[in-house]
T-cell receptor, first 110, second 114 residues
Framework: GQQLNQSPQSMFIQEGEDVSMNCTSSSIFNTWLWYKQDPGEGPVLLIALYKAGELTSNGRLTAQFGTTRKDSFLNISASIPSDVGIYFC??????????FGAGTTVTVRA | GAVVSQHPSWVICKSGTSVKIECRSLDFQATTMFWYRQFPKQSLMLMATSNEGSKATYEQGVEKDKFLINHASLTLSTLTVTSAHPEDSSFYICSRDRGLREQFFGPGTRLTVL
């Protein structure tokens, strides 16, 4: 599959700050998924989005499925040390396969 | 709790040997499972789709004779890396879907080929 354009590549933030990252694609997707991966582990699903324009929250996480179906963003509010990790967006196409972004590495300064 | 398990979590082998990695769906019968490979500091790349009771479908550029996939039951898919070489060293991760929408990933297997 294709690789999605995910930005920023990395970010250093202060504890308590809000974090934003986004993904864009040249293709339309039916589903957008956001995952977090800790070192040496598999990705863990954070949020799933199924409809264009959908805005979904999971605790301090909020994500939106872009209206063009070619983009999505993820916000993390009031970051805490355990938010450290790599965040991946993934788009699911008609054949149910996932295409991933390159990842955003988040480092939190206490 | 975890819905997908993998075994082993890490393996070191000599060049030329074969390695089998197991992926189990713990809470759901999965007719479809997926295998990914992830190199250090890179994203996940889909290798193949494992189909219960039929042949796996491989992504372009993935050698089916090198990466043998067997999906013998609704809860188990295996990936065998045949005649492994150092360039096959990677993090191998499987996933299963839920209704072909969300995908849940296993914890991964770190393969190091000496």
């Amino acid at each position: 599959g294709q690789q999605l354009n995910q930005s920023p590549q990395s970010m250093f933030i202060q504890e308590g700050e809000d974090v934003s990252m986004n993904c864009t694609s040249s293709s339309i997707f039916n589903t957008w998924l956001w995952y977090k991966q800790d070192p040496g582990e598999g990705p863990v699903l954070l949020i799933a989005l199924y409809k264009a324009g959908e805005l979904t929250s999971n605790g301090r996480l909020t994500a939106q499925f872009g209206t063009t179906r070619k983009d999505s963003f993820l916000n993390i509010s009031a970051s805490i040390p355990s938010d450290v990790g790599i965040y991946f967006c993934a788009g699911q196409s008609n054949d149910y396969k996932l295409s991933f972004g390159a990842g955003t590495t988040v480092t939190v300064r206490a | 709790g975890a819905v997908v398990s993998q075994h082993p979590s890490w393996v070191i082998c000599k060049s030329g040997t074969s390695v089998k990695i197991e992926c189990r769906s713990l809470d759901f019968q999965a007719t479809t499972m997926f295998w990914y490979r992830q190199f250090p500091k890179q994203s996940l790349m889909l290798m193949a789709t494992s189909n219960e009771g039929s042949k796996a479908t491989y992504e372009q550029g993935v050698e089916k004779d090198k990466f043998l996939i067997n999906h013998a039951s609704l809860t188990l898919s295996t990936l065998t890396v045949t005649s492994a070489h150092p360039e096959d060293s990677s993090f191998y991760i499987c996933s299963r879907d839920r209704g072909l929408r969300e995908q849940f990933f296993g914890p991964g297997t770190r393969l190091t080929v000496l």
